[in-house]
């Protein structure tokens, strides 16, 4: 069997008032928050389907029901390392993974540091292999106005021989 495979994953959660903004892992200031079953970090959500896409392990939703009592208001970096262990599991490691956010605000500069260390730490790989891109959607569209923000991602896995 080819020894790699890459996956993609994309997701979106809507922006609300009186709810924390977590991305990548990172709690941001920001007046509004994403609404969600669990802390409701788009971007971590994206990268847990490319990372299963790889391993052709279903969604993040099959694994993890917004019905399911024990993950609401979870941590996503909790979902995250559920997710290496399962590929893990089938002998899969991580290669790189990339993740675009799209948003209109906050500014994600600053963060992104951080975020590609958080992300690396969990997946326990090196941050090299973390890439965190943020755009704009130039005030387009549902993330042009804020009303919500989007992400995908893509992983490369292996396995060695
Ligand atoms: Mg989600």
Same mark, same amino acid.
């Given at each position: 069997?080819?020894?790699?495979?890459?996956?993609?994953?994309?997701?979106?959660?809507?922006?609300?008032?009186?709810?924390?903004?977590?991305?990548?892992?990172?709690?941001?200031?920001?007046?509004?928050?994403?609404?969600?079953?669990?802390?409701?970090?788009?971007?971590?959500?994206?990268?847990? %389907?490319?990372?299963?896409?790889?391993?052709?392990?279903?969604?993040?939703?099959?694994?993890?029901? %917004?019905?399911?009592?024990?993950?609401?208001?979870?941590?996503?970096?909790?979902?995250?390392?559920?997710?290496?262990?399962?590929?893990?599991? %089938?002998?899969?490691?991580?290669?790189?993974?990339?993740?675009?956010?799209?948003?209109?605000?906050?500014?994600?500069?600053?963060?992104?540091?951080?975020?590609?260390?958080?992300?690396?730490?969990?997946?326990?790989?090196?941050?090299?292999?973390?890439?965190?891109?943020?755009?704009?959607?130039?005030?387009?569209?549902?993330?042009?106005?804020?009303?919500?923000?989007?992400?995908?991602?893509?992983?490369?896995?292996?396995?060695?021989?």
């Amino acid at each position: 069997m080819f020894p790699f495979r890459i996956g993609q994953g994309y997701d979106v959660h809507r922006l609300v008032e009186d709810r924390e903004l977590w991305l990548c892992g990172i709690k941001l200031e920001h007046t509004l928050g994403l609404l969600g079953h669990s802390d409701a970090d788009v971007a971590i959500h994206a990268l847990c %389907d490319a990372l299963l896409g790889a391993a052709a392990r279903r969604d993040i939703g099959y694994h993890f029901p %917004d019905t399911d009592p024990a993950y609401k208001g979870a941590d996503s970096k909790r979902l995250l390392a559920e997710v290496c262990t399962l590929i893990g599991r %089938d002998g899969w490691k991580i290669g790189n993974v990339d993740i675009t956010i799209m948003a209109e605000r906050p500014k994600l500069k600053p963060h992104i540091d951080d975020m590609r260390r958080c992300l690396a730490d969990v997946m326990n790989i090196d941050v090299e292999c973390v890439s965190v891109k943020a755009t704009t959607t130039e005030r387009l569209g549902f993330t042009g106005r804020q009303e919500g923000i989007a992400s995908s991602a893509v992983a490369l896995i292996y396995k060695a021989q």
